[in-house]
């Protein structure tokens, strides 16, 4: 149990969150490496960023385990682990409306009506109209110190907003699914010799993050009361377990050693999109210049 002026639900162990701080340090490192030096692929950055907050956040865990009646690394700790992911899963949204433009004819590039080249702005919109739900409610929740009816109400609006993420997520998958089912018969001569490595890594990540954020949906709705706000061991298998292969996987399937530094885009292909766009805004009008 946490001792009485203890910021925490639990004891929390500072070995174990410098170990971990540790072992992400190497996929921040190695990602590092090749976005940087090996295949100079910027386009990449947003997991690299993912990655480097997880070690901060658990380093600054593990200095807020040692300091347990001081609020700002206890703070700074729950903010980046919980932003961090958002990064990665931003990652993955890239690499998907990236993957559809290199692999798929021009003419195919919607997926449910989303133009490939919007899908990130699409959902790193919802990913942070998500997290400002999320920020709002622990807002409202704080200012009762956690009690009372207003922690009811904020943990209401946190509930909803971890659900929006959820429902984003399974949004998401359904594209990268739509998109797999399309590359059965629609994949352009030109397309990436290896393009189905980076799909297969998208899998793996997103799916991960997927059973982090159901973790966190979870953990909110059964409260600081609940089990797993009183153990440990929960938020280890739960949240740091997942989202180091999410992220690790790009080590060994970097998206640059398959579908180069631009991510699979290049002059002749933006050509390509602009004119398919053209003439299918073409097509929406009639003679006299009227939308028909």
Aim: glycine share 8%.
């Amino acid at each position: 149990m946490a001792d009485g002026d203890s910021i925490w639900t639990y004891k929390a162990s500072v070995a174990l969150a410098i170990v971990v701080a540790i072992i992400y340090l190497v996929p921040t490192l190695v990602l590092s490496w090749q976005t940087f030096i090996k295949y100079r692929s910027w386009f990449f950055l947003c997991v690299l960023i993912g990655s480097a907050l997880e070690v901060g956040g658990y380093i600054a865990r593990a200095v807020s385990a040692k300091r347990v009646s001081d609020i700002p690394p206890y703070a700074v700790s729950s903010t980046l682990i919980i932003i961090a992911p958002v990064f990665i899963a931003a990652g993955n949204y890239l690499l998907i409306g990236r993957l559809i433009r290199a692999v798929l004819e021009a003419d195919k590039h919607r997926v449910f009506g989303i133009p490939a080249r919007l899908i990130t702005k699409t959902f790193v919109g919802f990913d942070i109209l998500s997290f400002l739900i999320q920020a709002s409610g622990s807002g409202i929740a704080s200012s009762g110190n956690w009690a009372g009816n207003e922690a009811k109400i904020g943990t209401n609006v946190l509930i909803g907003g971890l659900g929006t993420q959820v429902a984003t997520f399974v949004w998401f998958l359904a594209i990268v699914m739509r998109f797999w089912q399309h590359t059965k018969k629609d994949v352009r001569g030109d397309a990436p010799a290896d393009w189905f490595r980076v799909l297969q890594a998208i899998w793996v990540s997103s799916c991960l993050i997927l059973v982090r954020s159901i973790y966190r949906v979870i953990e909110f709705a059964l409260g600081i009361d609940g089990y797993p706000f009183r153990h440990e061991w929960i938020f280890y298998v739960f949240e740091a377990l997942p989202m180091l292969p999410a992220i690790s996987v790009f080590c060994f399937v970097h998206p640059a050693k398959y579908i180069g530094s631009h991510g699979g885009l290049g002059k002749k292909r933006t050509i390509e999109e602009g004119a398919t766009e053209l003439a299918e805004s073409s097509d929406s009008r009639d003679g006299l210049g009227n939308r028909v």
